[in-house]
Antibody, heavy 121, light 110 residues
Framework: EVQLVESGGGLVQPGRSLRLSCAAS????????MHWIRQVPGKGLEWVSG????????GYADSVKGRFTISRDNAKNSLSLQMNSLRPEDTALYYC??????????????WGQGILVTVSS | QSALTQPPSASGSPGQSVTISCTGT?????????VSWYQHHPGKAPKLIIY???KRPSGVPDRFSGSKSGNTASLTVSGLQADDEADFYC??????????FGGGTKLTVL
């Protein structure tokens, strides 16, 4: 069974940093692209960032480009999102998600339960 | 990266069919056959129900179907059931390793 467990969320002041982690299990982690997707409470889903299976390709939403950095450690089955210069509008539930297609990207077939990040003074 | 456009709401009676549209541009929906659809019940993790425009992941009933024409993708839910009531989101690959979501459609089963 695929399991994705996010950690590292919490309350942080504007301008500060936070690092989210996602522990993956139940599948061959290094075969799949991974993504971070967020949802502001009461609003829609927003794709934040994605990374391919070997870290050779990374992508970011314009809203976080230059502030967030995605990375993965295939040896530890772990995905991370380093979030710097946080803004109140980054407040959201952040989901770690696994792509459905081996060595490609087609959509997210497994999601974690999400971790809340609150940016406020 | 502009959000894809979905109607905010849709509805249908049990047993009926409903279609939800998702309009993008020639830089996302119109340029790639990488459109996916998600069903999201509040308080739960989103569930992938369609990927690559019209493919269903294992376990998703064939009542859910997807299509695309030009810059617009569509999700059809046939034989509506009470449990289908949820928020539905489309998503498209937008090039340069990026994805974009739609604003979401709240489906009500009357």
């Amino acid at each position: 069974e695929v399991q994705l467990v996010e950690s590292g969320g919490g309350l942080v002041q504007p301008g500060r940093s936070l690092r989210l982690s996602c522990a993956a299990s139940g599948f061959k982690f290094d075969d799949y692209a991974m993504h971070w997707i967020r949802q502001v409470p009461g609003k829609g889903l927003e794709w934040v960032s994605g990374i391919n299976w070997n870290s050779g390709s990374k992508g970011y939403a314009d809203s976080v480009k230059g502030r967030f950095t995605i990375s993965r450690d295939n040896a530890k089955n772990s995905l991370s999102l380093q979030m710097n210069s946080l803004r109140p509008e980054d407040t959201a539930l952040y989901y770690c998600a696994k792509d459905i297609t081996v060595y490609d990207t087609s959509g997210c077939d497994s999601w974690g339960q999400g971790i809340l990040v609150t940016v406020s003074s | 990266q502009s959000a894809l456009t979905q109607p905010p709401s849709a509805s249908g009676s049990p047993g009926q069919s409903v279609t939800i549209s998702c309009t993008g541009t020639s830089s996302d929906v119109g340029d790639y056959d990488f459109v996916s659809w998600y069903q999201h019940h509040p308080g739960k993790a989103p569930k992938l129900i369609i990927y690559q425009v019209n493919k269903r992941p294992s376990g998703v009933p064939d009542r859910f179907s997807g299509s695309k024409s030009g810059n617009t993708a569509s999700l059809t839910v046939s034989g509506l059931q009470a449990d289908d009531e949820a928020d539905f989101y489309c998503s498209s690959y937008a090039g340069r390793n990026t994805w974009v979501f739609g604003g979401g459609t709240k489906l009500t089963v009357l």
